[in-house]
């Protein structure tokens, strides 16, 4: 699958921002969000599962970012609110590298277990 993520920007602290990421098919796979900053590793900061119904934050960004998807339209979205200079990254999505069983499937944080990474999008947060 090929993804294309796209919404991002330069935004001030407080604002907010969406990020979407378009699948170039139907994925069955929980999707995640991930980011890196300069000088850092790439970090997991949430996750979907295939039919919306799990989701999965790490915890700098749990309050303030939504994860949802929408599979008529293979995009997933992140609403990224109260946007901190901290969160300054290129973030990416990915698919998980296997097909959920259960619709209640649970999402890993594991940056090992996605795989079809997209190209990136950068978001600055000015102070």
């Known amino acids: 699958v090929h993804l294309v993520e796209s919404g991002g920007g330069l935004v001030q602290a407080g604002d907010s921002l969406r990020l979407a990421c378009a699948a170039s098919?139907?994925?069955?796979?929980?999707m995640g969000w991930f980011r890196q900053a300069p000088g850092e590793q790439r970090a997991f900061v949430a996750g979907?599962?295939?039919?919306?119904?799990?989701?999965n934050y790490a915890d700098s960004v749990k309050g303030r970012f939504t994860v949802s998807r929408d599979n008529a339209k293979n995009t997933v979205y992140l609403q990224m609110n109260s946007l901190k200079p901290e969160d300054t990254a290129v973030y990416y999505c990915a698919a998980d590298i296997y097909e959920d069983i259960s619709p209640l499937a649970t999402v890993s944080p594991a940056i090992h277990d996605f795989s079809s990474w997209g190209q990136g999008t950068q978001v600055t947060v000015s102070s």
């Open positions: 098919e139907r994925t069955f796979s929980a």
């Open positions: 979907i599962n295939s039919s919306g119904s799990r989701t």
